[in-house]
C-alpha cells in the first residue's frame, strides 16, 4: 500500500508561483511512475505531469514551459513547480503514483486546492 499525500496548494494571483509538494510512505523508486493530476470544476480528472522512475517526464500541453515536475528520492517525494499561473489553471491537484508489476496499481492522494484569482 502506498499513501501519498499533498502539501502547497494554496491562492495566488495570475502570474505568481506555487510549488506542491507530494511525500510518499515507501521509497519512491519502487514505484515506477508518479504525477500530478487536476480536477477543475466541471472538468475531467486530467493529467498534468508525471516522471518515471528513470527520470523522464511529460507534460500536459498547456502547462508546457510553466511547471516542472521533479523527484527527492532520498524523501520520497515529488514535486509540482508551477510558475506563470493562469486562472485556468485553478482546479484540485492531486498527487498519483503507479506500479506496473506484477498488475498495476493505482494510488491518489487526497488533493490539494490550487486557487488562481486577483
Known amino acids: 500500500q502506498v499513501q501519498l499525500v499533498e502539501s502547497g496548494g494554496g491562492l495566488v494571483q495570475p502570474g505568481g508561483s506555487l510549488r506542491l509538494s507530494c511525500a510518499a510512505s515507501?521509497?519512491?523508486?519502487?514505484?515506477?511512475?508518479m504525477g500530478w493530476y487536476r480536477q477543475g470544476p466541471g472538468n475531467q480528472r486530467e493529467l498534468v505531469a508525471a516522471?518515471?522512475?528513470?527520470?523522464?517526464?511529460n507534460y500536459e500541453d498547456s502547462v508546457k514551459g510553466r511547471f516542472s515536475i521533479s523527484r527527492d528520492n532520498a524523501k520520497n517525494t515529488v514535486y509540482l513547480q508551477m510558475n506563470r499561473l493562469k486562472p485556468e489553471d485553478t482546479a484540485v491537484y492531486y498527487c498519483?503514483?503507479?506500479?506496473?508489476?506484477?498488475?498495476?496499481?493505482?494510488?491518489w492522494g487526497q488533493g490539494t486546492q490550487v486557487t488562481v484569482s486577483s
Open positions: 515507501v521509497n519512491i523508486l519502487s514505484i515506477n511512475t
Open positions: 498519483h503514483a503507479a506500479r506496473f508489476y506484477p498488475a498495476r496499481i493505482d494510488y
Open positions: 516522471i518515471t522512475n528513470g527520470d523522464s517526464t
